[in-house]
C-alpha cells in the first residue's frame, strides 16, 4: 500500500520538523475564525441608525442634479456645476456640511462639554506652574540656608581663631583674666570646635557671633595693634592703620 509505504520518495520528501502540524493546524483555525467573522458581519442585520447614515452619506456624497428645484433655479440664473456662488464669483464653491446630532443630549451640552475641558486643562496647567514655582522657590531657600550655614561656621571659625589670638597675646603682657569672658577660648570649645551639632559655650552674651567677632577684632587691633586677617602683629597703631587693609575679611579678600 503507497500510504503505508514509508520508504517512498513521497514520504521522504515531506517536511516532518517537530511541532510543524500543531502550528499548521493553528494557521487554519485563525483563517476558519477569520472568514466566519466576515460572514457574520456580511450576514448581521444593519440598525436603522447604520442604515440611515449609510443612506445620507450616500446622498451627501451624490452631485445635485436638475431634478433638485433649487439647483435647477440656479442654472436658470447661469450657475454652472463647480463655479462659486455669487455675481463675482466670490462665494463658497462646496455646500454648508451638515452637522447630524444623532445624540440625546440637548443643544449646546457639547459646547459646554468643551467649555468644561478647556477649564479642567487650564487649572491642570496653572497647578503644575504654581508647583513648578513652588519647587523652585524651596531649592532657592535651601541654597540661601546652606549658603548661611556655610557663612555662620566660617565666622565661628574665624571667632574661635580670634579668642585663641587674644588669649596669647594678653598673657604674653601678663593679662590673666579677659576683658570679657568670651574673648578667650575656653577648654571645653577647644574640645568640642569640631563637632556640626556643638552648644556654643559663648551663648551666654547677647551678642551674635558676627558682633562678637567685630567686637574682638576691634580689641585685637586696639589693644595688640593685631589684624587677625592679616596673621601679623604691628608696632603701632599708625603702621596698622597705613599697612593693614581693614577690620573685617571682606576688606582683606
Not at 31 to 37: F, G, L, V
Not at 118 to 147: G, I, S
Not at 178 to 205: A, C, I, R, V
Request: proline share 2%; with cysteine; net charge negative.
Amino acid at each position: 500500500d503507497e500510504e503505508n509505504d514509508y520508504m517512498s520518495d513521497l514520504f521522504i520528501k515531506q517536511d516532518v520538523r517537530p511541532g510543524l502540524p500543531m502550528v499548521r493546524r493553528m494557521k487554519e483555525a485563525l483563517q476558519k475564525e477569520e472568514k466566519q467573522k466576515e460572514a457574520n458581519e456580511k450576514n448581521r442585520q444593519k440598525s436603522i441608525k447604520e442604515e440611515e447614515k449609510e443612506r445620507r452619506d450616500l446622498v451627501l456624497k451624490s452631485a445635485l442634479g436638475n431634478e433638485n428645484k433649487g439647483f435647477a433655479l440656479l442654472q436658470k440664473m447661469g450657475y454652472k456645476s463647480g463655479q462659486a456662488l455669487g455675481k463675482s464669483g466670490e462665494g463658497i464653491v462646496e455646500p454648508i456640511p451638515l452637522n447630524i446630532k444623532t445624540g440625546r443630549s440637548g443643544l449646546g451640552h457639547e459646547e459646554l462639554k468643551k467649555r468644561k475641558a478647556e477649564e479642567k486643562l487650564e487649572n491642570y496647567r496653572r497647578k503644575l506652574h504654581m508647583k513648578k514655582q513652588a519647587n523652585e522657590q524651596a531649592a532657592d531657600d535651601f541654597r540661601v540656608r546652606f549658603k548661611n550655614k556655610q557663612e555662620e561656621r566660617k565666622m565661628e571659625g574665624d571667632l574661635r581663631k580670634s579668642q585663641r589670638a587674644c588669649q596669647q597675646l594678653d598673657m604674653q603682657k601678663d593679662i590673666d583674666v579677659p576683658k570679657e569672658t568670651w574673648y578667650w577660648l575656653s577648654s571645653e570649645e577647644e574640645d568640642k570646635k569640631d563637632e556640626e551639632d556643638k552648644e556654643d559655650e559663648s551663648t551666654s552674651s547677647d551678642l551674635s557671633v558676627s558682633e562678637k567677632l567685630h567686637s574682638l577684632t576691634a580689641y585685637l587691633r586696639e589693644e595688640h595693634f593685631y589684624c587677625i586677617w592679616c596673621g601679623t602683629t604691628y608696632e603701632d597703631s599708625e603702621d596698622l592703620s597705613s599697612n593693614c587693609p581693614g577690620d573685617s575679611a571682606a576688606d582683606h579678600d
